[in-house]
């Protein structure tokens, strides 16, 4: 029997299953059979009268029954699927034959690498008071399995739930300068231990238990570890705890993306680098923070900035030309200097070198939105939320751009919403989804927007969007500003 695969998950029409790597979903009885309709059909755009013949053929129902199966549909399949129905206006619905294949049902959903998310590691110390350790081994280990090729590795959910066959869960217990960490490997299909063990080490030597638990997560998946690969487990890191502790500083503020944390998020990486001149995970970080200021920071120099960065790539390449976030960096620099093919080389080469790390992922696909392969960009973005379940609000953010200039308003709106929910202190959150309430006709509502976000931020303007969004295509950049003008927003 044939099933359709799409962005991750199975439908089955004989068995009513739709699925994906983590177990069945539930659809409504009518939004199923909508689903495997339109997945029949795809390619094709089909009206409601088609639909309603088809999914209620001998009952009168209205355009709402139709939406609410759409609706339930959308939200059953989630962000990795964004995108996939969709809406033409005054005709109908379609799915994209592009994220389709058709496929013969084997009863299960074959994967070409293991899979393993790594569960936050918990924090046993008496006083409770290495939360930090616990966070940053969780960190450190998925980097460092991220960087084996043969493992695809798929960040956990807050509810444990996930695409994974394999689960890395375990805890930290540090009193006075000894530390004792435990792990184990779950088959999670199962629920049986595949490894389990116990490693007890002065909180110095915390590097060493790193590496040897993730060599024992190579060996129970069964992925042989070549030279190549066990000299990428750690590149980019440290064996200087100082220097680590600040890094886990570092990394803590540059994600709350406002100016006073990147300040901090430089001093931390700094100092990181000072304990530790050879860390080059460090160096790519601070190289972030510049690029960051280069962007963003209207007090600053875009130039000035963006020279300290390349300083940054120049050091980390002298230790380790290849890599992949450094070229993640380089490329963002290269996006900022409107050099946008070598930006999107770049960025390839990064995530063919680190393909699990969904920031790296996630970077690549911005670039490409703003290079012009939407199409692209949006299937990274997608890509990088199923890496990562729990992904950060910035994916969606993007997500939203993309699904606006490839002409899907719809799904651009409600993806931006629900970034301004998740975001409401991000002033430019309050700007594109006033650009997208513009460009749908909503202009009463997009100028409510931005006399809030001016109101709100009073140095906040149309400089600042012509300084952070470097177009390939500079007709975008220029619309985009005059929707904003024409909505009130300042100079």
């Known amino acids: ?242 220097a680590w502790e600040r890094m886990v ?46 962007r963003f920071d209207l007090l600053l120099e875009v130039e000035d900035c963006l020279a300290r960065a390349d300083a940054m790539v120049a050091r980390a390449r002298a230790v380790d030309p290849e890599i992949g976030i450094t070229f993640m960096l380089e490329g963002g620099i290269a996006w900022l200097r409107q050099d946008h093919p070598r930006a999107l080389s770049l960025c390839r080469m990064a995530v063919d070198r680190a393909p699990s790390d969904s920031h790296t992922v996630a970077f690549s696909g911005v670039v490409s939105n703003y290079a012009g392969y939407v199409d692209e960009g949006a299937s990274l973005l997608r890509r990088a939320m199923r890496l990562s379940p729990q992904y950060p609000p910035w994916y969606g953010y993007h997500l939203a751009l993309a699904n606006l200039w490839s002409g899907q308003a719809e799904n651009a709106l409600r993806l931006m919403e629900t970034y301004h929910d998740a975001v409401p202190d991000d002033p430019f959150g309050y700007a594109m989804l006033a650009y997208i309430l513009s460009s749908a006709g909503d202009s009463p509502r997009a100028i409510r927007l931005i006399s809030e976000a001016m109101a709100r931020w009073t140095d906040f303007g149309i400089r600042n969007l012509n300084r952070s969004e470097p177009h390939a295509e500079a007709g975008r950049k220029q619309g985009l500003l005059n929707v904003l003008r024409e909505a009130g927003l300042r100079e």
């Open 249 to 294: 500083e570092a990394r803590h503020h540059f994600l709350q993306f406002n100016r006073a944390d990147m300040l901090q998020a430089t001093t931390a990486a700094e100092a990181a680098l000072v304990a530790d001149p050879g860390y080059t995970g460090a160096m790519v970080q601070l190289g972030m923070c510049h690029w960051w200021h280069g």
């Open 1 to 242: 029997m044939e099933v359709y695969e799409f962005d991750g998950f199975v439908l089955d029409p004989l068995s009513g299953r739709l699925r994906n790597g983590q177990g069945d979903l539930q659809l409504r009885p009518k939004s199923l059979a909508l689903l495997t309709h339109l997945l029949r059909n795809n390619g094709k755009v089909l009206g409601k009268e088609q639909l309603f013949g088809a999914i209620w053929p001998d009952v009168t129902v209205s355009d709402e029954s139709l939406a609410q199966c759409v609706a339930d549909i959308r939200r059953t399949l989630g962000g990795a699927a964004d995108g996939l129905i969709r809406t033409v206006p005054g005709r109908g619905y379609m799915v994209e034959e592009s994220r389709v294949r058709l496929a013969q049902s084997t009863g299960a959903t074959k994967q070409s690498h293991p899979t393993i998310t790594v569960r936050p590691f918990a924090d046993l110390s008496p006083e409770g008071d290495h939360a930090w350790l616990a966070g940053a081994m969780t960190e450190e280990l998925t980097i460092a399995l991220s960087r084996i090729h043969e493992i695809t590795v798929i960040e956990a959910r807050r509810d444990l739930t996930t695409e994974a066959l394999y689960a890395l869960e375990g805890s930290v217990r540090a009193q006075g300068e000894q530390l004792r960490v435990t792990a184990r490997i779950v088959d999670i299909s199962s629920g049986n231990y595949l490894w389990s063990d116990k490693f007890d080490a002065p909180l110095t030597d915390v590097f060493a238990v790193q590496d040897e638990i993730t060599r024992q997560v190579a060996l129970s998946v069964q992925v042989r570890l070549g030279i190549g690969d066990s000299a990428r487990l750690w590149d980019g890191q440290t064996r200087s705890l100082k």
